[in-house]
């Protein structure tokens, strides 16, 4: 008997044993995936136009019953009535995440309707701040949609959820949150708040059977970067990001970035000292 062989053939055994436990460990999804939206109800809050509204699009075309909250509501109610004139329902609430008494009162009115898997909130301001034309104003109307009126959802849906005891919190940061760029003083730093406040309720949420997700995207054609005067690279349609949304809501991803040919560039940025992130975007920037 080849005592070689045999020594290899006990061997095996082990190995594809822990090959299989790193796997389970670390290759399964963070989130239970979301594939099918057949009669999910998702209160999607930011969806005047943009991401939001394309998500919205996308969601109630898988079959999901959307609750749609936003300031304006001038575009998202030509594309309801339309919808409900081929007979699907929408649920229209008009919302300001700047008033908590609005994000309350909007909560009990979607919990009316039912069981609640998934709050999304894509509200945002941005507007192009650099430290040269310091605007307090601004910076903390930045502040008050992008991260203090994601706090108000919170307020408002978490018990929710934690009642029910399932559901998705799925939130909108920007790869602007993860390092300082220009252009970005009052909108990035939000976004950093954004991500680091997801990935802590992750972290507190997960064995209570919610799910948390956050979403990463590069630059998106929409009526806030339109303002940008420099080129944005890999720039993506609304549409096309919220396919990727839902891919990555398919696949349990916790961390959902794209379009991935320049995120994962970013994702290697932040690795980079000091010294050499500064050079660099200032060199691809110009600015």
Same mark, same amino acid.
């Given at each position: ?52 509204? +394309? ?8 079959? #999901? ?57 894509? +509200?945002? /301001? ?41 559901? /998705? ?28 406040? +997801? ?26 970067? +339109? ?14 990001? #919220? ?6 809501? #398919? ?37």
């Amino acid at each position: 008997m080849n005592l070689d062989v045999a020594k290899a053939g006990q061997d095996t055994v082990p190995v594809q044993s822990l090959k299989s436990r790193v796997k389970r460990r670390w290759g399964a999804p963070l989130n239970p995936p979301m594939a099918q939206w057949q009669g999910k109800r998702v209160w999607l809050i930011g969806a005047s136009s943009g991401i939001g509204l +394309a998500c919205a699009k996308a969601l109630h075309a898988a079959g #999901a019953n959307v609750v749609i909250s936003a300031r304006d509501l001038g575009v998202v109610s030509v594309w309801a009535e339309q919808s409900q004139q081929q007979g699907q329902a929408l649920t229209l609430l008009p919302l300001d995440v700047t008033d908590a008494l609005q994000v309350r009162d909007a909560m009990r009115q979607v919990a009316a309707l039912g069981p609640l898997d998934m709050v999304l909130y894509c +509200a945002g /301001h941005y507007r192009a701040h650099r430290a040269t034309e310091f605007d307090l104003t601004d910076m903390l109307r930045h502040q008050e949609v992008n991260y203090n009126g994601l706090l108000r959802v919170l307020d408002a849906a978490l018990p929710v959820l934690l009642q029910q005891g399932f559901g /998705h919190v799925s939130v909108v940061s920007s790869v602007a949150g993860w390092r300082g760029l220009p252009n970005g003083l009052a909108y990035g730093p939000t976004k950093a708040a954004v991500t680091h406040l +997801a990935e802590t309720m992750y972290m507190d949420l997960q064995d209570k059977g919610i799910g948390v997700s956050l979403i990463n995207p590069g630059f998106v054609a929409t009526p806030l970067t +339109a303002q940008n005067n420099f080129q944005m690279p890999a720039l993506m349609s609304p549409e096309d990001a #919220a396919k990727a949304m839902l891919q990555g809501w #398919a696949e349990g991803l916790f961390d959902i970035h794209f379009p991935k040919r320049f995120t994962l560039w970013l994702k290697l940025l932040r690795l980079l000292p000091y010294r050499m992130y500064f050079a660099l975007v200032r060199r691809f920037t110009g600015l």
